[in-house]
């Protein structure tokens, strides 16, 4: 993590100047806004909807800090075709100015095709053993990113986000979703009562939700933040996971179900709403004005696999992660 520094404010910041901020940015208003959509939680977290912000302004305030934002996404079996669309997309929306680099899981490292990267963006492919079924990977993501996380991501990376391969971005994405701890809301469900939320309800399993309890649905499909915040989330949820396992539980929506648990306990900082990720075969409603970042339409049954046997321990040293 880079070190912080601190800097006595002077005249010689031009994008922090009252002229440049009269120019650039409009004047905020407290009577004024989108009246069509909830913009803050109950615990005061900003939800982030189209013209709810000023990326303009957001991007004075980040880019001066250089900062490096990991992404990490799993291109497994199959999906490694999606991979393309991802990065070509990304480079034209994600982050633009400032420095992204990319860590691609996959089990197919001779099948990646990599786009041209501007200046301060990279991609690291790490290579997983092909023969381990892209369920049996899936399950254990949240091992995968702890792990990343703890053996090279602690010395040179201020934020991570990680995001599922099979998408494209429609729109721009850029600061104004960086905060400690980042979640998104599931685009089936952004508009339904709790009690028809996918939650686990069975008591035995760690991803527990009683009815009437929790606040919104997550997607595991992107959460995010600062690495630290990262690394507790991923590491409380493969503990909790392995934990269902060893008792022979398995949650309804595996990783998602125990993402969904840990965010009811450690309430995000900042959500994003279903414009961060939305579905190709959901019609787009007025309310999302904007579409960011979408799951394609895809033949579900031709891009999984069959569902493993029972789970066994994945973990990058025992299975020699490797590096293209």
Request: charged share 20%; aromatic share 12%; with cysteine.
């Amino acid at each position: 993590m880079k070190e912080t520094t601190s800097k006595t404010f002077s005249g010689q910041f031009g994008f922090l100047s009252s002229t440049a901020l009269d120019q650039r940015f409009k004047q905020p208003g407290l009577l004024v806004g989108r009246t069509d959509v909830v913009t803050v939680t109950p615990w005061l977290a900003p939800i982030v909807w189209e013209k709810t912000f000023d990326p303009l302004l957001f991007d004075s305030i980040y880019r001066p800090q250089n900062i490096t934002i990991a992404t990490i996404v799993f291109a497994i079996g199959k999906h490694v075709n999606f991979l393309w669309d991802f990065l070509e997309t990304a480079e034209k929306y994600f982050f633009i100015g400032l420095r992204v680099h990319y860590y691609v899981f996959t089990n197919q490292p001779n099948e990646v095709r990599l786009v041209n990267m501007t200046a301060g963006r990279q991609v690291t492919v790490l290579s997983l053993p092909s023969s381990i079924p892209w369920r049996e990977i899936s399950t254990h993501r949240m091992e995968l990113i702890q792990a990343i996380i703890e053996s090279d991501l602690s010395k040179d990376t201020d934020y991570i986000f990680c995001l599922d391969v099979d998408s494209k971005f429609h729109g721009h994405w850029g600061a104004e979703s960086l905060d400690s701890l980042v979640a998104v809301i599931h685009p089936g469900y952004y508009a339904d009562k709790r009690d028809v939320f996918p939650y686990e309800r069975h008591p035995l399993s760690r991803a527990y939700v009683a009815r009437g309890d929790g606040d919104f649905y997550y997607s595991r499909g992107v959460f995010g933040g600062l690495l630290k915040d990262v690394h507790a989330l991923a590491k409380t949820c493969k503990d909790n996971y392995d934990a269902d396992a060893a008792r022979g539980v398995e949650a309804v929506r595996q990783e998602e179900s125990h993402l969904n648990r840990y965010f009811m306990s450690n309430k995000p900082s900042k959500v994003l709403s279903p414009e961060y990720l939305w579905e190709d075969t959901i019609t787009q409603p007025p309310a999302v004005r904007l579409i960011r970042l979408s799951r394609v339409k895809q033949n579900y049954t031709e891009i999984h696999s069959p569902k493993s046997q029972p789970l066994t321990p994945l973990s990058p040293v025992q299975h020699g992660l490797g590096r293209i």
